[in-house]
């Protein structure tokens, strides 16, 4: 898929951030486009915007889902093949997720099942539902979004991040599983995995919203999330064009930011200190190719403040 004119794309978590983004492009490029988010106003803002913006061939609808829910993301694949007319789907991007249950120790069961069921059971999901109307394409690409939290389960000293960590290795390990599945067994369809650092979003926020929490009244909390994303080394935008190009270029595994390549890098090359962060530091250091790479470990810090 080296062009994008005239496909179909479902995009999860289109409401904000690389979601709302990837929209945005991909409409702009020819591709008509179903959104869906949690968020009901969020979602049908990005389709609004996508909309104005795109060529006048190009149909975008925004959709309410919640993931999690395999009969929300059945319904949403129904409106999707009602509202635009199709018996397939070209391009499926399962980029919903959140964060939250930090610690399975500390943390309540029930905000550690809800991040791991947004993240992981809604990419199963979306993959069960959406795959016969991908090999009906005839040349469909699912592209599920990890995280550098698929192949290093941390943050960092003192900030465990179990439930989302969880869920971006299990997403990571289908999504490599699949590539020999479907050459084998539904050549019409091949798989990407994304693989995002710290990329500028509203992500803090909209876990917090996600779990139900009320607005802050602290404005130091406030700060912290915008800070987040304003702060971050990539814009959404930057990020959404470098998954739509690994799209394009065919690439299975598509690293997002120069701090998930360095992080790949050092995990790789010294897999035993992985959680040894001085001696990950020094194999970060060895590997990086930039200096501005170093910086890594404050940049994967970042991704939840405490």
């Known amino acids: 898929m080296d062009v994008f004119v005239g496909k179909l794309a479902a995009v999860t978590g289109g409401g904000s951030g690389m979601g709302r983004e990837l929209v945005r492009q991909l409409a702009a490029q020819g591709c008509s486009v179903a959104a869906c988010d949690w968020n009901a106003v969020a979602v049908a803002d990005t389709a609004a915007t996508a909309q104005t913006n795109a060529p006048d061939s190009v149909r975008v609808s925004g959709h309410v889902c919640d993931v999690s829910d395999e009969a929300q993301v059945q319904r949403f694949r129904d409106e999707l093949l009602r509202e635009h007319a199709a018996d397939h789907v070209d391009l499926v991007l399962s980029n919903a997720g959140i964060g939250g249950g930090a610690s399975f120790v500390k943390s309540s069961r029930e905000e550690w099942e809800r991040t791991f069921a947004v993240d992981w059971?809604?990419?199963?999901?979306?993959?069960?539902?959406?795959?016969?109307?991908?090999?009906?394409?005839?040349?469909?690409?699912?592209?599920?979004?990890?995280?550098?939290?698929?192949?290093?389960?941390?943050?960092?000293?003192?900030?465990?991040?179990?439930?989302?960590?969880?869920?971006?290795?299990?997403?990571k390990g289908f999504t490599e599983a699949l590539i020999e599945d479907l050459r084998t067994n539904a050549p019409q369809v091949r798989v990407a995995l994304v693989m995002p650092g710290h990329v500028g979003t509203d992500i803090l926020a909209n876990i917090r919203r996600a779990h139900g929490t009320p607005e802050p009244d602290d404005t130091s909390v406030a700060r912290i999330e915008t800070g987040f994303r304003d702060k971050a080394p990539l814009t959404a935008a930057a990020a959404a064009t470098l998954i739509l190009d690994g799209v394009r270029s065919?690439?299975?595994?598509?690293?997002?930011?120069?701090?998930?390549?360095?992080?790949?890098a050092a995990v790789r090359a010294r897999p035993e200190a992985a959680y040894d962060y001085a001696k990950l530091a020094l194999a970060a250091a060895k590997t990086a190719v930039e200096a501005r790479a170093s910086g890594w470990l404050a940049a994967i810090r970042s991704l939840f403040p405490s």
Request: charged content about 10%; some cysteine; overall charge neutral.
């Open 121 to 171: 059971w809604g990419t199963y999901y979306c993959a069960r539902t959406f795959l016969p109307l991908l090999i009906a394409s005839g040349d469909g690409v699912l592209v599920n979004t990890s995280s550098v939290n698929g192949f290093w389960a941390s943050l960092g000293p003192g900030m465990p991040n179990s439930a989302y960590a969880t869920a971006k290795f299990a997403i």
């Open 250 to 264: 065919g690439a299975w595994r598509i690293l997002v930011g120069e701090d998930a390549k360095v992080l790949d």
